[in-house]
């Protein structure tokens, strides 16, 4: 199979990062029969300082052309960096959020999951983390509240200010379409989350789940108010599969979820649009701090990698040896400087790289 994918590197530590996952996919492409077409284009802060904006229109038409998406990070030390003088729609980020509207991604989506070898970084209590977990948070991402109308008035001599959250019925049925069929590849569970005791949203949403729901009769749904998802990620996180839910509550739960496995240069994410296309990104920032040492941890973008393989190529075995190899490496006992911890070999982001595809 030939796999046409478009890379971002990035700034920061994004061109080290993607550089290891590009040598972990040529392995996957040698070992399993596969041709790997990568083609570079320029976002965020390199974009800005070739072409004098955050992405071009011939960037996004190349990775539109594209099967997928592999993206480093963007963005730069935002107090010291000339990037940040700029106005916003001019900045880095604006590049992500024009990326992200032009291929139409609505579903994003942040697994979330305990390595045994790094349980020790979890914040959880031992008697909760050796139950291990291993969760992904699908959340719509292009409704609700960030996008409804807003406005601030004033009204009796004050302010007000007014959010609305808005939800149709083909916004949710595509995003929890796009849920089910996810669980269906995992342990065939999806937990839809809402407020349906308070908000109208919420109870059309919980109506559309269960309508979708019907035709997977092979994957279990349940229904949990999100203050109470809230609280039982972290008393008891291995009862979740896929978490589905919207997007201010999307947005809060995958910052708990990441936040319980401790480790943020693990952490991989994707957002898919309604065909196998999607864009698939490490969940951290450039690191600024860390860049150009090659000592950034490159696993988050290695395991975007593998998503990409699993989801917009459905090349099941091919992701399932991406993340075999990350966990041998770990169980080998090798580290990088985030995740190190006493009795550990310390190596660095290539070294990282290279001993992922020893294990392939
Ligand atoms: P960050 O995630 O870049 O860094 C936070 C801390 O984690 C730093 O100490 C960093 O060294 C460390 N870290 C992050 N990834 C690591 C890795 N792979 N290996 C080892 N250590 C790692 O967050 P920040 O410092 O708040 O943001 C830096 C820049 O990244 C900003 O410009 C921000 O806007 C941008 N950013 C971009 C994205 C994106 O491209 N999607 C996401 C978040 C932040």
Known sequence: MVLNITCIPGDGIGPEIVAQAKKVLEKVAAKYGHEMKFTDILMGGAS????????????IATAKAADAVLMGSIGGNTSTSPWYKLPPEKRPEAGLLRIRKALNLFANLRPAYLYEELAAACPLKEEISKAGFDMLIMRELTGGLYFGERKTIEENGELKAIDTLTYSESEIRRIAIKGFEIARKRRKKVTSVDKANVLDSSRLWRKVVNEVAADYPDVTVEHMLVDNCAMQLVKDPAQFDVILTENMFGDILSDEASMVTGSIGMLSSASLNDTKFGLYEP???????IAGQNIANPIATVLSAAMMLRYSFDLDKEADAVESAVRQVLKDGYRTVDIYSEGMKKISCSEMGDLLCERI
Request: hydrophobic share 25%; net charge negative.
């Open 48 to 59: 800005i300082d070739a072409c004098g904006e955050p992405l071009t229109e011939e960037a």
């Open 283 to 289: 969940s951290h920032g450039s690191a600024p701090d």
